[in-house]
């Protein structure tokens, strides 16, 4: 009996091994099918350094196409008070920016039809609400180079400059140098300031792709060449038909390092020249109900009061 079934288990066993065979095959020849469909990645194309005048102008020209415009999306703030408290925002948020003559911001955040923070700058002032603990920062626009370090946590002024949006303005005491690194994927423009005879120091750093010609790294300086806050800047999309689409970053992160802030910022539309009048929308608000840290006043640099009127 074991005689008569060991050529039939031997026939099985053949018959097994035909039939992987078989789908093996086949297998292989469905991944070779589909490899040979797929495209092998295109190499990125690298852009040309332009010489330093010509990337000033490119900028400038940008800037010029951006000096009014208006980005609402989601927005994630973090901020950390003199005391050490920190507020934390999940918030919509609308951002109207106007560089025309004077530069202007505004940044709302709203939560459940509430405000929950504002940051805005006008001609004459520059503020910053904090509505969860009820604290206001003001100051005049005049005398912000006299703010010291830590007591306003976010610096309305500041965010233009991350932005990458405002021109480059060349003075006696202001010069402008580009530094490309061999074999990297970006190049720097630096804004160089004159300490007045003394050595020269790095204001700001524009990082700019080689690979789409877009700013993607703003670094702000102090005095002694200590990174204060940088911006990464990345998805970029065209905007406004009639500017032949003119490109913003619809992710905006930034970091204030001195003042331990973020700003996560998701743009979701973005739109050119929207209507409304300058002196309206960019009106110093009431600061009535909240404690108020009048920054140009060095004995409020310690202790807050509250607010009972409108700064005028």
């Not at 700058?121 to 969860?132: G, Q």
């Not at 306003?152 to 010069?175: E, F, K, N």
């Not at 190049?187 to 120091?201: A, T």
């Amino acid at each position: 009996m074991l005689l008569r079934f060991l050529p039939m288990t031997q026939t099985a066993r053949s018959n097994g091994l035909t039939r992987r065979m078989t789908m093996l095959l086949v297998l292989g020849s469905f991944l070779a099918i589909a490899g040979c469909s797929q495209q092998a990645p295109q190499p990125r194309h690298i852009l040309a350094i332009p010489p330093v005048r010509q990337e000033i102008h490119i900028l400038n020209d940008r800037a010029a196409l951006l000096a009014k415009v208006r980005l609402t999306g989601e927005v994630r703030l973090t901020l950390t008070n003199r005391d050490g408290d920190t507020s934390n925002f999940q918030a919509h948020a609308v951002l109207l920016v106007d560089q025309n003559r004077v530069p202007h911001l505004l940044l709302v955040g709203t939560y459940l039809g509430q405000n929950a923070f504002e940051m805005g700058m006008n001609r004459r002032f520059y503020w910053l609400i904090d509505h969860t603990h009820k604290v206001a920062y003001v100051g005049r626009v005049g005398m912000q180079y006299r703010l010291p370090v830590g007591i306003m946590p976010l610096r309305p002024q500041r965010v233009l400059d991350m932005l990458g949006i405002t021109p480059l303005m060349i003075s006696g005491a202001t010069r402008v140098a580009l530094f490309n690194i061999p074999h990297a994927d970006r190049y720097n423009i630096l804004l160089l300031h004159s300490g007045g005879g003394e050595v020269d120091y790095i204001d700001r750093q524009i990082s700019i792709s080689r690979y789409t010609g877009q700013i993607c790294l703003v670094r702000l300086y102090n005095r002694d060449g200590r990174a204060i806050a940088y911006a990464d800047l990345s998805r970029y999309r065209p905007i406004g038909s009639a500017f032949d689409g003119v490109k913003v970053p619809f992710h905006i992160v930034i970091h204030y390092i001195d003042v331990h802030a973020e700003m996560n910022f998701h743009v979701k539309h973005a739109v050119l020249q929207y209507p409304g009048y300058t002196k309206f929308i960019f009106a110093t608000p009431s600061f009535q109900g909240l404690k108020v840290v009048d920054i140009d006043n060095p004995a409020n640099w310690i202790t807050t009061r509250p607010s009972t009127t409108t700064m005028k």
